[in-house]
């Protein structure tokens, strides 16, 4: 089993910057894919970075340049920076950890909010 929290989000300017954490219970070592995703109001769950168990990494998009996704083995978290965040990206982002479509854990999400 393993338990995903995550951190960091709060109220930030537009441009401004934020890094949310996603500490996990339980190994996600092995995990094939650890992923940041974000649901804004009215919208659907969308994945923003993942981070692949072969060392590859995926940046969706709109967030590419801006985001950077990593992790700390020893302290068995993951990391999203977010620079230059803008009014539309107001949402709950959310640590996943995937390994299959029957083993896939989720956080419960921490609150983003990009307003002057």
């Known amino acids: 089993q393993v338990q995903l929290v995550e951190s960091g989000g709060g109220l930030v300017q537009p441009g401004g910057s934020l890094r949310l954490s996603c500490a996990a219970s339980?190994?996600?070592?092995?995990?094939?894919?650890m992923g940041w995703y974000r649901q804004g109001p009215g919208k659907q769950r969308e994945l923003l970075a993942g981070?692949?168990?072969?060392?590859?990494?995926y940046y969706a998009d709109s967030v590419k340049g801006r985001f950077t996704i990593s992790r700390d083995n020893a302290k068995n978290t993951v990391y999203l920076q977010m620079n230059s965040l803008k009014p539309e990206e107001t949402a709950v982002y959310y640590c996943?950890?995937?390994?299959?479509?029957?083993?896939?854990?989720w956080g419960m999400g921490t609150q983003v909010t990009v307003s002057s």
């Open positions: 996943n950890a995937y390994w299959d479509p029957s083993k896939s854990y």
């Open positions: 339980g190994s996600i070592f092995s995990a094939y894919r």
């Open positions: 981070l692949f168990r072969g060392g590859g990494i």
